[in-house]
């Protein structure tokens, strides 16, 4: 592909930035009164509303001739065909495989990857329902209560988030657990008011190596023998889901009760695979398969569906507008649900690791700005505390607010004042509060008129804030599947469009092996490592207080 900002479309956005810049959104909705019924669309269960971005037809006309001029028609289907697109590291990208519930077959170098695919889904199922019904049970006879995921990073983030907002559909058969950290406190609060003889350890880790996971796995062990004395206990109380099986079994861990995952399967983008077995311990196969489902129907959505009606394309757009073409480099994930509470961590790690990048599929470095600093929290407890900085700071930040029309644990009089706040909010951001405005308030306030001079400035809102509204019918375990595909396919679109490989993480690959080279200058009584000038002056500093505190 051609340098993109050569490209006929690329040249032509450039040049309605300054417009772009200087027109209030609000002018837009008084220009065009048909705004919201052109940018808002529905893909399964979820309505997206684009309205309140800093668009018209002509910016929207050279965004989508942008993502046909870049190929993303071409690198779409090579993605789902099972293309090794992931060149960096030789690797098809075939997650869609994984919840591919029309079993349609997937050929990766001539096999069908959907036989593997449904083996591992059977043996996932036959798990799940020998622990959730008892079958399965401890070195002592008990029945399995608890499960405690020890991972980290892709291995840990999408089942966290999973079942922790899809707990309304839970029953309480089995409670789950995650250990991610490498600081002992995490695994020691878990593991203290736990019952060995119940507990189910699943040990996730696609390369089996992950100092953290393989670090807690061990600790874990040790914990089960302090009360069962017998290694046997293990293959009762653990399992494993990796890619490398000669690790897991030198682990002590049963071919039996090892789950497979593929290296097509990138670990931000693995829930859907074995990885999501805390999900489907928690909430039952059959709605983990609802899970898989949902994004199923986004994955055919993103591929049938012409660019200016598809979700996804949509929505990668308007933060390719506001980020590399306006400047707005972070961008603030806003959940009005509670239960999604881990969305904007998750999202964090799919986006700024697969787009995080900057040199182009070719190693060119871009000139351009690639992935946003994606951060966020739950929107209403943000209300009280950095909306501040949303509302009046200087820099400007583009926001997906994430809301349902219907509560998944109703409770009469909450669900309608949790709404009125979201609706506020985009309304808030994109309006802001004028002068006038500001000065009529303070009047009939009673104000004199040196008072209000005083104070104007320091209450009137610019607005012009651009927001995403998506609105769930309900955060069932199959619109949330569809919302996770939703934004997959995003960051997809995006890192085709800035030319990147999406599917790579180097950067993460080179904290594994840093803190390799320093663990054994930690551990030895003499400095031996050479560091520049502020590392090795911390590592003695520590090192000589670690011995007074001892003292
Ligand atoms: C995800 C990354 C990274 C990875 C963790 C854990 O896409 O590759 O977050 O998932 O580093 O790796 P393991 O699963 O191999 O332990």
């Given at each position: 592909m051609a340098n993109v900002t050569s490209l006929k479309a690329w040249q032509s956005l450039l040049t309605r930035t300054e417009q772009a810049q200087q027109t209030p959104i609000k002018a837009l909705f008084a220009q065009d009164e048909a705004r919201f019924q052109k940018y808002s669309l529905q893909a399964q269960n979820i309505l997206l509303d684009y309205s309140k971005n800093p668009v018209d037809d002509a910016t929207l006309a050279d965004l989508l001739a942008l993502v046909k001029e870049v190929g993303l028609d071409n690198w779409r289907d090579r993605m789902f065909h099972g293309d090794r697109i992931n060149a960096t590291e030789n690797r098809a990208v075939l997650h869609t495989a994984l919840r591919n519930r029309s079993n349609t077959p997937v050929f990766l170098d001539g096999v069908n990857v959907m036989d593997a695919v449904n083996r591992e889904l059977a043996r996932i199922k036959n798990f799940v329902n020998a622990v959730r019904k008892g079958r399965w049970r401890g070195y002592s006879g008990k029945r399995i209560t608890d499960v405690v995921n020890i991972g980290i990073g892709g291995s840990d983030l999408g089942p966290r988030m999973v079942t922790q907002a899809l707990k309304p559909y839970a029953d309480d058969r089995i409670r789950v657990h995650f250990v991610s950290n490498v600081d002992g406190v995490e695994i020691a609060n878990t593991l203290r008011p736990l019952n060995p003889e119940r507990v189910l350890f699943v040990v996730a880790s696609k390369t089996f190596t992950t100092s953290e996971t393989m670090t807690n796995a061990q600790t874990a062990r040790n914990w089960l023998m302090s009360s069962a004395f017998d290694e046997r206990a293990v293959a009762k109380h653990f399992v494993a889901v990796s890619s490398n099986e000669a690790a897991v079994k030198a682990f002590g861990i049963r071919p039996e009760n090892s789950f497979q995952m593929w290296d097509w399967v990138g670990g931000r983008f693995s829930l859907w695979s074995a990885i999501g077995l805390p999900i489907a311990l928690q909430l039952g196969f059959k709605q983990f398969e609802e899970l898989l489902s949902g994004a199923h129907e986004m994955d055919l959505h993103f591929r049938d569906m012409p660019f200016e009606r598809n979700a996804p394309v949509l929505l990668a757009l308007m933060t390719l507008w506001n980020s590399t073409f306006l400047g707005r480099h972070s961008q603030v994930i806003l959940p009005y649900d509670w239960p999604l509470q881990r969305f904007a961590a998750y999202l964090q790690q799919a986006e700024m690791e697969s787009n995080g990048k900057s040199v182009d599929r070719v190693g060119e470095r871009v000139p351009y700005t690639t992935g946003a600093v994606i951060w966020g929290q739950l929107g209403i407890d943000g209300q009280h505390a950095f909306y501040q900085y949303l509302h009046q700071s200087n820099t400007v930040v583009p926001a997906d607010f994430i809301g349902s029309i219907e509560s998944s644990t109703p409770v009469r009089g909450h669900h309608e004042k949790l709404m009125a706040n979201f609706f506020a909010q985009t309304e808030a951001l994109m309006n802001g509060i004028s002068a006038e405005e500001v000065a009529r308030e303070l009047a009939g306030q009673g104000l004199s008129e040196q008072e209000i001079e005083r104070l104007l400035p320091h209450k009137v809102h610019q607005g012009n804030r651009p927001t995403n509204t998506l609105l769930l019918k309900r955060l069932d375990p199959r619109t949330l599947g569809a919302l996770i595909a939703l934004y997959e396919h995003k960051i997809f679109v995006l890192g085709v469009i800035w030319n990147i490989c999406s599917f790579d993480q180097w950067g993460v690959e080179l904290g594994k092996t840093l803190a390799a080279r320093i663990l054994p200058e930690l551990q030895?009584?003499?400095?031996?490592g050479r560091h520049d000038g502020s590392t090795e002056n911390l590592i003695r500093y520590f090192k000589q207080q670690r011995e007074k505190l001892k003292s």
């Open positions: 030895q009584a003499q400095n031996e």
